[in-house]
């Protein structure tokens, strides 16, 4: 059941806590933090809404899973087109901004997470629902 205190926090939460995810992500190859855990906690920020103004009508996560898996594994075996050991990183650059393979890696260990997770949630949610 949702209450006006519920709603009126989550608004303020919500995005918080994706806006963390987020960064988490970001920062994970110089300290604690990285795809698995932004995922999961961008998902705990999702949920969240969903516990508050209730879940969004069915969606395809699957799709989110896919591409996750797909990112997350050619990157981390592209390493073997150029005869390194899988999952070696690189550093390129787009502009003045330097990209590690290891942050799009990264990326689509976040994807998989973040999708994963609202997938399985929504699946026991309709299982219980009446």
């Known amino acids: 059941m949702s209450t006006l205190v519920l709603r ?9 806590g994706v806006l963390y995810g987020l960064r988490l992500l970001f920062v994970g190859h110089d ?6 855990v932004g995922g999961l906690v ?12 209730g879940p ?9 899973v896919t591409l996750g898996v797909g990112v997350a594994a050619a990157t981390g075996l592209a390493a073997l087109l150029v ?3 899988p999952l070696t990183h690189a550093v390129t650059h787009l502009g003045p901004v330097k990209v590690a393979t290891s942050l799009v890696f990264d990326v ?3 994807v ?3 999708s994963a997770t609202l997938a399985a949630v929504r699946t026991l949610w309709e299982a219980t629902s009446p």
Do not use: D, I, S
């Open 42 to 53: 961008t998902a705990l920020a999702v949920l969240a809404r969903w516990l508050a103004f």
């Open 56 to 64: 969004p009508p069915p969606r395809r996560w699957e799709r989110g």
């Open 83 to 85: 005869g390194r050991p």
């Open 31 to 36: 300290a604690p933090g990285g795809g698995f």
């Open 108 to 110: 689509g260990v976040y």
């Open 112 to 114: 998989l997470v973040v």
């Open 8 to 16: 009126t926090v989550a608004r303020v939460v919500v995005p918080l």
